[in-house]
């Protein structure tokens, strides 16, 4: 008999975040996905203690599923964090920076959770009001006659993926080839609804990143032989094409449950056999050209239709097969090259990613500043708002003046704590005092120094040293001022090298950030069943 065992009765636990072991989890977690933000990023290695590959990457999307997480509270974050990036793909390391920053941040406030949720409402709405302005100083609108911004926004995404190993060079080609890739997806005689084609990537593994290419149509994976085969057949130019998703193996098991009735004598084999010929004969006095299968042919199928000179190709696979229903919407095949296994699965992730956020900005075309600078002109912007345009701040919201700057400062610093998260080797971090932007200087420069001859650009490429700017340490305390929100005009139509964000998804991360932290800060309970 099994033994039996007592069930154990539910674990309860009050007031979560006070907990030094959360408090210390949560930290971990927030060095975790900062050291792995942006271009010099660090790369995380992660591998499952039951054997399995191993995963080489930076990029959120890769980390949270591959990092085995326990706690109730990191759950919820890491849920949330793991949902924002299945429906935007991109800023997910942003959306988790911020999240943590913040729940630290307004717990070292000592205020009240309800108090401190209802003002980081108040500063989310804030921000998304400002972002979706025309006096938004970070956001820049897309014209699809250039395509200079749409290269900048892609390279951008390439750029900020240490793992794929590019090159300067490699990074420029593989950017056009994925913008290329991306148009020739849109159809050319659009009405009132775009339906966008697909972009289908083609691993060419052992070839180099440079011999990369971009092939409109589908490309079918077939052998030398057959190939051969099929180039002495003189066929038009249009191909009459059968698509099949069941098996055309003959094999019973694909036929499902159930029971089969069977006379006497008959062979099943057999029998199955003269059904699959009586397709062919069918395909082929209906002029079919091509038959493809996403399974197996049957060897003496595939016999018969190529003897009839019926091109037949099994084994597609799934992932071809939608694309391949729809082929008459556009479709093109991205041909990818890398140095190793580890840097192509990297590099295909990326792709992807920067395949969707093309498809983001067609339905809302604009881009916001990237390489910190949205964050710190966004700081900036609301601690303007909050101390010094005071009669901006509704005053029955059921908090005191005190309170307001404390989650404010909370609230900013946590910003600035995603832009601070870029540097990763020591150096110094300033934002300028005119358009509120994020500056770097390379760790043990001089104490006292010309910061003009040691700066150069700032972190989204806009602005130069040399313009007439006053800088100050962004973790130092300074006083409030309203961010230039004027973009120069050359920006519109000659930017070169601008390191810019997706709109669509930076502002989902935002609101998913604040809503998440939200939500653990207003957890009471924690009841975990452990039988």
């Not at 180099?208 to 057949?233: A, F, H, N, W, Y």
């Not at 391949?324 to 095949?333: E, H, M, Y």
């Not at 005053?395 to 404010?408: N, P, R």
């Not at 305390?477 to 998804?505: K, V």
């Amino acid at each position: 008999m099994a033994r039996l065992e007592a069930k154990k009765p539910s674990l309860c636990k009050s007031e979560p975040l006070t907990s030094e072991r959360v408090r210390a989890t949560l930290s971990v977690l927030k060095g975790i996905v900062t050291s792995c933000y942006g271009p010099s990023g660090r790369l995380k290695q992660l591998h499952n203690g039951l054997g399995g590959s191993v995963c080489t990457t930076s990029q959120s999307s890769a980390l949270l599923a591959n990092l085995s997480v326990t706690h109730p509270i990191l759950k919820i974050l890491t849920t949330s964090v793991q949902n924002h990036v299945s429906c935007f793909s991109d800023c997910g390391l942003v959306t988790a920076i911020l999240c943590c920053n913040l729940i630290e941040n307004v717990q070292k406030t000592g205020l009240t959770p309800s108090s401190a949720i209802k003002l980081n409402k108040h500063l989310l709405n804030l921000c998304t009001t400002y972002l979706r302005s025309k006096d938004c100083g970070c956001l820049i609108p897309v014209n699809f006659d250039n395509t200079q911004i749409l290269l900048c926004l892609v390279r951008s995404v390439l750029t900020s993926k240490p793992a794929c190993m590019l090159t300067r060079k490699e990074t420029d080609h593989i950017s056009t080839l994925i913008l290329r890739a991306f148009l020739l997806t849109i159809p050319e005689n659009t009405e009132d609804h775009i339906i966008l084609g697909k972009s289908i990537i083609v691993p060419l593994k052992g070839q180099r990143v440079i011999d990369s290419t971009v092939l409109p149509g589908i490309l079918i994976q077939m052998s030398e032989v057959q190939l051969m085969k099929i180039l002495p057949i003189k066929k038009s130019d249009s191909l009459k094409v059968a698509l099949f998703h069941a098996s055309l193996s003959g094999d019973l098991s694909d036929a499902g449950e159930g029971t089969l009735v069977v006379d006497y004598g008959v062979c099943l084999e057999n029998a199955v056999l003269d059904q699959l010929l009586n397709l062919g004969r069918q395909l082929v006095s209906d002029h079919v050209d091509l038959v493809m299968c996403q399974k197996v042919i049957h060897p003496s199928l595939k016999q018969f239709l190529n003897m009839h000179r019926v091109i037949a190709i099994d084994r597609v696979g799934v992932a071809l097969m939608e694309p391949l229903s729809k082929v008459t919407v556009t479709v093109c095949s991205l041909l990818l090259g890398n140095r190793n296994d580890t840097a192509w699965d990297e590099l295909k992730l990326t792709c992807q990613t920067a395949l969707h956020v093309l498809q983001l900005t067609i339905k809302e075309p604009c881009v916001l500043l990237g390489g910190g600078c949205t964050e710190t002109h966004l700081a900036a912007y609301i601690r303007h708002k909050t101390f010094i345009e005071r009669g901006s701040i509704p005053k029955d919201g059921g908090y005191t003046q005190t309170e307001l700057q404390l989650i404010t400062e909370a609230f900013c610093t946590a910003l600035e704590s995603v832009a601070g998260s870029l540097e990763h080797d020591g150096g110094e971090i300033l934002t300028d005092m005119k358009y509120g932007h994020f500056w770097s200087v390379q760790a043990d420069s001089p104490s006292v120094v010309n910061w003009p001859d040691l700066l150069s650009r700032c972190g989204c490429g806009l602005h130069n040293s040399q313009e007439e700017l006053n800088w100050s340490f962004l973790r130092s305390t300074r006083h409030p001022f309203a961010p230039q929100t004027c973009l120069p005009h050359e920006t519109l139509g000659s930017a070169n090298n601008l390191t810019l964000d997706c709109f669509t998804a930076k502002l989902s991360g935002l609101q998913v950030a604040v809503e998440t932290a939200n939500l653990i800060l207003d957890l009471s309970y924690v009841i975990e069943d452990k039988n």
